[in-house]
C-alpha cells in the first residue's frame, strides 16, 4: 500500500491493521447486539425484489424522518433532471462552493435511504471539514439501474464543475453503495474527460459486484447484518443483463492509475472488508496513494448509521483530516 501524506503526517494504517485496538465503546457494542439480533434476521428475511424494494425505502424513509434534525449547518435545496441534492453547510460559513466541496453519495444497497437517513453524517462531515457537503439523492431500484445511478452522480459532478466548483479542492465521499458510487464516479469521470476529484473517501464501500467471488471469504459468516444473499439480489436487479454482469462495472476492475489519493474505513469483521482488500491490493500496482482503516467490534457502514457513536466520531475525524488535507495541501503544509 501506498501511504497518503498529510502536511508532516502519514496514514500508516495497513490492511489488516486495525485503528482502535481498545476497548470498544457500550454504544457500538449495543449497536452491533442489535445488528446481531434484530437487523440481520430481518434483512436475511426480507424478499428483496422490485415489488417490495418501494416498501422497504418507504419504512426507511419514514424512520429517518423522525430523527432530531442536525444542528449547526443550513441547508439549500437543488433540483437536477430526475433527482435532487441538498447542499449542507456550517451555519454562517461564508465559503462557497468554489473554495472545497465534499460530494456525498448515500448507502442503501442502491434501493434505501436518502436525503434525510444521511442528513447526519453529512452534516457532521460539513461541520468538521468547515466545507458544503452535497448530498445527492441520486435514482435508484427499481426505477433504474446502478448504471443509472452512476450516471446522476455524475451529472452532480458536473453540475458542480458548471456551478466553479474547482476540481482540486473536490472530494467524493460515500458509505456502502454510496462507496460504490464514489469511485464509479471518479472513473466513470476521468472517461468522460472530466477532472479527477481531489480525493476519494470510501466507507465500508461495496466495490467489487462479483459476489461470487465473495462466497470463501471469512467474513461471510461475522458480518453483523449483511447476507450475502442480499448482495447476490441486489446485483441481480441492479446490474445484471442476460445473468451476466459487466466486469468493468466493478470499480476494482476498473482504470485505476487515474484515481486521486483515496481512503478506505471499514470494520474488520464486514463481509465488504474483501472489496477493500481487493481494492488496496490493486490501488498500490497502480501506485495510488491510499490508505486502508479497519475498525474493531464496528458494524457495517456504522459512521452513517450513528455518527454519534465514539468510534464515529473518530473515523469521522479522521475523514475530516483527509478531506481538509486534499483541499487545501499548501496551507496544511505550512501549518504541520
Not at 444521511?118 to 426505477?143: D, F
Request: glycine residues 10%.
Amino acid at each position: 500500500m501506498v501511504a497518503i501524506p498529510i502536511g508532516a503526517a502519514v496514514f500508516e494504517s495497513d490492511p489488516g491493521v486495525v485503528v482502535n485496538p481498545d476497548r470498544r465503546s457500550v454504544a457500538s457494542q449495543a449497536l452491533l447486539l442489535a445488528c446481531r439480533g434484530v437487523v440481520g434476521p430481518v434483512i436475511r428475511r426480507y424478499p428483496i425484489h422490485p415489488q417490495t424494494m418501494p416498501l422497504a425505502r418507504q419504512l426507511v424513509d419514514g424512520l429517518a424522518s423522525v430523527r432530531r434534525r442536525p444542528r449547526g449547518v443550513e441547508r439549500e435545496q437543488v433540483r437536477l433532471s430526475g433527482f435532487r441534492m441538498e447542499i449542507i453547510r456550517p451555519a454562517g460559513a461564508g465559503r462557497a462552493l468554489r473554495h472545497g466541496a465534499v460530494m456525498y453519495m448515500h448507502g442503501g444497497g442502491f434501493f434505501l435511504c436518502g436525503l434525510d437517513s444521511h442528513r447526519p453524517i453529512a452534516a457532521s462531515l460539513a461541520r468538521r471539514t468547515g466545507l458544503p457537503v452535497v448530498n445527492v439523492e441520486y435514482r435508484q431500484l427499481p426505477g433504474t439501474s446502478i448504471a443509472g445511478s452512476i450516471e446522476d452522480c455524475l451529472t452532480a459532478y458536473r453540475w458542480l464543475l458548471r456551478r466553479g466548483a474547482d476540481p482540486a479542492r473536490i472530494v467524493f465521499a460515500g458509505d456502502s453503495a454510496g462507496g460504490y458510487l464514489t469511485f464509479a464516479t471518479a472513473l466513470r469521470a476521468i472517461a468522460a474527460g472530466l477532472p479527477a476529484p481531489a480525493g476519494l473517501v470510501g466507507l465500508s464501500p461495496l466495490l467489487d459486484l462479483d459476489h461470487k467471488a465473495k462466497r470463501g471469504y471469512v467474513n461471510v459468516a461475522r458480518d453483523a447484518y449483511i447476507p450475502m444473499s442480499a448482495i447476490r439480489q441486489m446485483v441481480r436487479y441492479g446490474a445484471e443483463i442476460d445473468g451476466r454482469v459487466d466486469p468493468m462495472l466493478s470499480p476494482v476492475n476498473g482504470l485505476l492509475a487515474g484515481l486521486p489519493p483515496a481512503l478506505l474505513i471499514v470494520g474488520e469483521d464486514e463481509l465488504l472488508r474483501y472489496d477493500c482488500e481487493v481494492m488496496s491490493r490493486r490501488l498500490t500496482a497502480a501506485g495510488v496513494p491510499h490508505s486502508l482503516e479497519l475498525w474493531r467490534g464496528q458494524v457495517h457502514a456504522f459512521m452513517s448509521i450513528m455518527p454519534n457513536l465514539p468510534e464515529s466520531r473518530a473515523a469521522l475525524a479522521r475523514v475530516a483530516r483527509f478531506v481538509r488535507a486534499r483541499v487545501e495541501p499548501e496551507s496544511m503544509s505550512r501549518t504541520a
